[in-house]
């Protein structure tokens, strides 16, 4: 006897799918697009930020990985999925607020000035807030890992039109961050 997968009804299934590969990769483009951002806020730093949110967002990737592949039989999938979602939600939520938080000025600062701010001009705040910027960075890369093997792990049960919608949200998360990323630089350049 063949086994048949079920219908999916409605496309119900692959739609989620899809949605669940636009959070897989979401994270990842919106805190790469944001580097010019974090180049203002964080001037002292601004020829290396882009290396450093980098390497904090995709270092946890190997750890993930071993612990996935250790406990992750343990987890439910949808608790894995649903959990590490909202944990994104949630760090991508709150990375572009903690220099305003942790009142990191530099930004204004190099604005009124209208010069690069030295070493020496650098406020604890601002260095506060660019390693909890940092730290959060590896937190929401550390969620988006495990969302992303979770969500694999998923789709490779099921027939492979659903791995497919997964690449598929991918791509759509870099078009939605794209679009968004066009509009706020044609509004802030307004300004």
Known sequence: LKDEPPKDKGMGVYISMILIGVGCLLPWNAVITAVAYYSAVYSFVAANIETYISAAFTTPCVFVLVIMLKY??????????VGT?????????????????????????????????????????????LAVTLVL??????????????SYGLGGIFPAVYTQALMAGNGVAGVIILVLSIGTTAIYQCN
């Open 72 to 81: 992750g039989s343990k987890i439910s999938p949808t608790k894995r999925i």
């Open 85 to 129: 979602l909202v944990f994104c939600a949630v760090g991508l939520a709150l990375l572009p607020v903690v220099p305003l938080i942790l009142s990191c000025d530099s930004c204004m600062y190099n604005q009124q000035s209208n010069r690069t701010a030295s070493m020496d001009d650098v406020t604890g705040e601002c260095w506060a807030s």
């Open 137 to 150: 960075c590896f937190a929401v890369g550390l969620s988006a890992n495990a969302l992303q093997f979770s």
